[in-house]
C-alpha cells in the first residue's frame, strides 16, 4: 500500500522544488537592473521601507514587473496545458486558436484609426481582448453544429481565422503611417513594462483564481487523456467540460496578450516540457505547469532587460529563442532515451 | 422478472445512411453473450446504443429494471464497465490507467484516491495478471496486455455487466485464449453479466452461453450458440458456404471454411459422379 502513495510524495516533492526555484528567480529578478542589490539586501530594503530610493525603485518598478511575469507566464502556460488536454493535441497552444491574431488585429485597428488616446493606456489592453474575444467567439460558433462543439475542427477553424486576422492586420499595417506601424509591431512583440498597476493586479487575480477553477476539472482532464467517447463512458459529461475549460483558456490567453503583447512559446514549450518532466496526470501538471511557466517568464524577462543593458530587448525574442532551443534539446534527449529503450 | 440484465425493446437507432431496427434482445443476468454478424450488418452501432455513446429513436433499453437513458452518465458508468478494441491512452501507467475505473465512484472534487481505490485496483490488476506492469506505461504494453489492463479498468469500475468490442481481434491464439478464459472465469466465479462483439465464430461459440446474430440492421436469430450457429444460418447470413461439426473436445459447433478451389474440385467429383451414375 505505501508503494501506491509513493505518487503523491512525488509531487510534493515537484511542488516543493518548483515553489524553491520560483522564490529565487524572484529574486534575482528583484536584484538585477540599473541598479543591483545583493540577495540578502532586498530583504532588508523591503523590511526598512521609507522613502529610500532603492525602496521605490522595488515597490514601484521591479515587484510590479515580477508580479505580472508570474501571471502572465502562468496564464499562458496553464492555458496552453488546458487547451492541451482538450484537444488531446500536444501542439495545440493558445495562440493555435487566434487569440494572438485577434488581439493584434484589435490593437493594429484601433492605432490605425487613432482611437488609442481615446481613454488613455487601457485602451490597447482593451483592444487587444476584445479582438482576441471576438475572434475566439467567431471560431467557437463556426465549429459548433446543433449545440455541440466539434474540437477538431475547431482547430482547423482556428488556423485559418488566425490567418485572415493576421492578414487583415497587415493590411491595416500596409496602408498607415510609418509611426503607427512601429507603435502596432512594438506591441505585439510583447513586453513586462506595465506602468498601470491596477492592470497588474487585474491579471495576478485572473491567473489565480483560473489556477484554482482549474482543478475542479482535473477529473475530466484526466479522462479525456483515454479520448472523449471512452471519458463520456467514465460517466464524465464531456461537452460541458470540454466547453467551460475552453472559455477559461480563452479568458487567461486573452488577457495575458491584452497587457503583455504577444509572447510566444510558453503556452506550447511549458507545458510540453513539464508532461515529460512530472507525467501526464493533471493533478500535479496544472499546478506545474503555473509555477514554470511562471519562472520562465520571470527569467526570460531578466536576460531581456540585462543582456543589451541599458537598453531592452522585446521579450517574445527571448522566450521563442530559449524555448525553442530547450526543447530542441529536450527532444532529442528524449527521442534518444526512447531509442535506447527500444534498442 | 428480476433475471434479466440487459432487455432491449423494438429498438430503432443509427445514422442517416445505417439504421438498426426492430431489434428487441433480452439478456438474463449472469450470461456471457456474443454479438455476431457480417462487416457493416449493424453490431457495433448497436454496441454504441448501449453503451449510450448513439442516442435512440424509438423503443428502450432496460438495465435491470431501469432505462439506460434516464440514468445519469455517472451512475451508468457504474453498472456498465465498456473495453473498447483499442485501448490507446500514451503516456499514463498501468495503474494509473486502471485506477481511472474508480473515476465514477469519485465526488467531482475529490482529488486523491482512497485507500479503497487502491486496494480493488490491486485486486483487478492481480486477478488480469497485469499487477507485474503497473508502473510501466500504457503504451509500452503489447496489445494483448492493453486488453488486459482495459479489462482490469474495466473490473475496477465494479459494474453489473461488462461490454466488450472485439476483445480479440487483433491478437494471437494465446492471447485470445487468455482473455476469453479470464472472461469466462469472471462470468462463472463473480456472477458478471459480459456481452461482447466478436468477429470469429468459433471463439463465439466455444465461449458463449448466448449468441444474437445481426444481419442487416436486424436480429437475424439469438439463442443457443447449436441454435444459431448452423450452416443455413451462416450462409444465409455471411453468403459463404460453410460446413459446421461439433468441437470433439467441447462438442460445441465449429465453422469449418473451404477456398473456391476446393468447392470447385468437389462439385467437380460430385458432377462426375452424377454422370457416371447415368452412363
Redesign the interface.
Known amino acids: 500500500m505505501v508503494d501506491m502513495q509513493k505518487k503523491y510524495y512525488r509531487w510534493s516533492l515537484y511542488l516543493a522544488g518548483l515553489l524553491i526555484l520560483l522564490g529565487f528567480t524572484v529574486l534575482v529578478s528583484l536584484s538585477i537592473g540599473e541598479i543591483n542589490f545583493g540577495l540578502g539586501e532586498i530583504v532588508n530594503i523591503l523590511r526598512k521601507g521609507g522613502e529610500s530610493m532603492e525602496y521605490t525603485i522595488l515597490k514601484q518598478i521591479r515587484i510590479p514587473r515580477v508580479l505580472l511575469g508570474i501571471a502572465v507566464g502562468g496564464s499562458l502556460s496553464l492555458s496552453g496545458i488546458l487547451l492541451q488536454g482538450v484537444y488531446r493535441n500536444p501542439l495545440v497552444e493558445p495562440y493555435t486558436l487566434g487569440i494572438s491574431g485577434g488581439a493584434s488585429l484589435g490593437v493594429a485597428f484601433v492605432v490605425v484609426f487613432g482611437l488609442h488616446h481615446l481613454i488613455g493606456s487601457f485602451m490597447l489592453p482593451l483592444a487587444g481582448f476584445v479582438g482576441s474575444f471576438l475572434i475566439i467567439f467567431l471560431v467557437y460558433t463556426l465549429s459548433t453544429r446543433n449545440g455541440k462543439v466539434n474540437i477538431q475542427s475547431m482547430l482547423l477553424t482556428g488556423v485559418m481565422v488566425s490567418f485572415i486576422a493576421s492578414s487583415t492586420m497587415m493590411l491595416l499595417m500596409s496602408v498607415t503611417n510609418s509611426e503607427n506601424v512601429h507603435g502596432i509591431i512594438f506591441w505585439i512583440m510583447g513586453s513586462l513594462d506595465e506602468p498601470d498597476m491596477s492592470l497588474t493586479y487585474t491579471i495576478l487575480i485572473i491567473s489565480i483564481i483560473s489556477l484554482f477553477a482549474s482543478y475542479l476539472f482535473v477529473q475530466p482532464l484526466n479522462a479525456l487523456r483515454l479520448g472523449e467517447e471512452k471519458a463520456k463512458h467514465l460517466g464524465i459529461n464531456t461537452d460541458t467540460a470540454i466547453k467551460l475549460l475552453f472559455l477559461m483558456s480563452s479568458l487567461l490567453a486573452g488577457v495575458s496578450v491584452a497587457v503583455a503583447g504577444i509572447i510566444g512559446f510558453v503556452g506550447l514549450i511549458i507545458p510540453h516540457v513539464m508532461r515529460l518532466l512530472v507525467g501526464s496526470d493533471y493533478r500535479i501538471l496544472l499546478v506545474s505547469s503555473f509555477l514554470s511557466g511562471a519562472i520562465f517568464l520571470v527569467l526570460s524577462d531578466v536576460i531581456a532587460r540585462t543582456i543589451i543593458a541599458p537598453n531592452e530587448l522585446p521579450i517574445g525574442v527571448i522566450t521563442g529563442i530559449i524555448g525553442g532551443i530547450v526543447f530542441l534539446l529536450m527532444m532529442s534527449r528524449s527521442s534518444y532515451r526512447a531509442r535506447k529503450n527500444n534498442g | 422478472m428480476g433475471s434479466t440484465i440487459l432487455n432491449i425493446q423494438h429498438l430503432c437507432c443509427g445514422y442517416p445512411k445505417f439504421q438498426l431496427s426492430g431489434i428487441t434482445v433480452e439478456m438474463p443476468k449472469g450470461s456471457f453473450t456474443g454479438i455476431i454478424g457480417p462487416n457493416g450488418s449493424g453490431k457495433t452501432t448497436l454496441f454504441r446504443a448501449i ?3 448513439l442516442g435512440i429513436k424509438s423503443g428502450q433499453i432496460l438495465l435491470g429494471d431501469k432505462n439506460l437513458h434516464s440514468l ?7 453498472r456498465i ?2 473495453v ?1 478494441q483499442f485501448i ?6 498501468v ?2 490507467y486502471v485506477l ?2 474508480r ?2 465512484y ?1 465526488s ?2 475529490s ?2 484516491e482512497s ?1 479503497e481505490d ?2 480493488i485496483a ?1 485486486k483487478y490488476m492481480e486477478m488480469t495478471g497485469t499487477w507485474k506492469f503497473k508502473d510501466r506505461l500504457m503504451s509500452e504494453l503489447s496489445g494483448g496486455e492493453q486488453q488486459l489492463a482495459g479489462i482490469a479498468r474495466a473490473l475496477t ?1 465494479q459494474p453489473e455487466l461488462l461490454l466488450l468490442d472485439e476483445p480479440t481481434s487483433h491478437l494471437d491464439i494465446t492471447h485470445q485464449v487468455r482473455i476469453l478464459n479470464l472472461l469466462q472465469q469472471l462470468n462463472q466465479e463473480m456472477g458478471l453479466s459480459v456481452l461482447m462483439v466478436i468477429h470469429d465464430l468459433n471463439l463465439a461459440s466455444e465461449y458463449c452461453d448466448r449468441l444474437i446474430l445481426i444481419n442487416q440492421g436486424t436480429v437475424h436469430m439469438q439463442g443457443t450458440p447449436e441454435e444459431v450457429l448452423t450452416f443455413q444460418n451462416i450462409e444465409d447470413v455471411y453468403q459463404t458456404v460453410v460446413v459446421t461439426q461439433n468441437n470433439p473436445l467441447s462438442g460445441k459447433p465449429a465453422i469449418f471454411l473451404a477456398s473456391r478451389k476446393v468447392l470447385k474440385e468437389i462439385q467437380e467429383r460430385l458432377a462426375k459422379g452424377e454422370q457416371r451414375k447415368e452412363d
Open positions: 453503451t449510450g455513446t445519469a452518465p455517472r451512475q451508468r458508468a457504474q464497465a465498456i473498447s490507446e491512452s500514451g503516456d499514463i501507467s495503474e494509473d481511472m475505473g473515476i465514477p469519485h467531482k472534487f482529488f486523491f485507500e487502491f486496494e490491486q469500475q
